[in-house]
T-cell receptor, first 111, second 112 residues
């Protein structure tokens, strides 16, 4: 079945450092791919998405490109801030059905 | 985007009792989903609830433990029955619109 694999956390970075969180997937069809973020004590929010190969999703300085050839959707940000500290979930959805989540990666950004 | 509310936002329950969680959406949606997020873990799909049909449960989840109602296109309930401490989790409902999922704020359940 479909699955998502994320890099293990926690990830600790200094402010203004470059961030990459790896995400790879397996799917039988052509899924849509998502990154969700969960800030401390808050609910789950959609950060960005991509619906087809080579699409780039972007939001709040974060980017991720749908790479069909490597089945990847890595999350990147050029300069992280303390306020980016959160748990990040990679997820896929096949044909508009429910999401299949990765295990989540906790990010801590220190001043 | 859909706006989703859940009640209660949190509760503390005794083992052996049940808790019913309500999910209200501000627009009509066909597909609603219920997820569980155990402490420090990712989200796991419990079931898909479509209006007018029985909920479809994922492996490891059964109707007797997690009965779901979906009386109309804007509302659903999830009941967690015969509670045990292992049921302590955050329960979230979500709706599908196009190729996006929107989540409610979650219900934090603690079972003593």
């Amino acid at each position: 079945g479909d699955s998502v694999t994320q890099m293990e956390g926690p990830v600790t970075l200094s402010e203004e450092a470059f961030l990459t969180i790896n995400c790879t997937y397996t799917a039988t069809g052509y899924p849509s791919l998502f990154w969700y973020v969960q800030y401390p004590g808050e609910g789950l929010q959609l950060l960005l998405k991509a619906t087809k190969a080579d699409d780039k999703g972007s939001n709040k300085g974060f980017e991720a490109t749908y790479r069909k050839e490597t089945t990847s959707f890595h999350l990147e940000k050029g300069s992280v801030q303390v306020s980016d500290s959160a748990v990040y979930f990679c997820a896929l959805s096949d044909s508009g059905y429910a999401l299949n989540f990765g295990k989540g990666t906790s990010l801590l950004v220190t001043p | 985007s859909a706006v989703i509310s859940q009640k209660p936002s949190r509760d503390i329950c005794q083992r052996g009792t049940s808790l019913t969680i309500q999910c209200q959406v501000d627009s009509q949606v066909t597909m609603m989903f219920w997820y569980r997020q155990q402490p420090g873990q990712s989200l796991t799909l419990i079931a898909t609830a479509n209006q007018g049909s029985e909920a479809t449960y994922e492996s490891g989840f059964v109707i007797d433990k997690f009965p779901i109602s979906r009386p109309n296109l804007t509302f659903s309930t999830l009941t967690v029955s015969n509670l045990s401490p292992e049921d302590s989790s955050i329960y979230l409902c979500s709706v599908g619109q196009g190729q996006e999922q929107f989540f409610g704020p979650g219900t934090r359940l603690t079972v003593l």
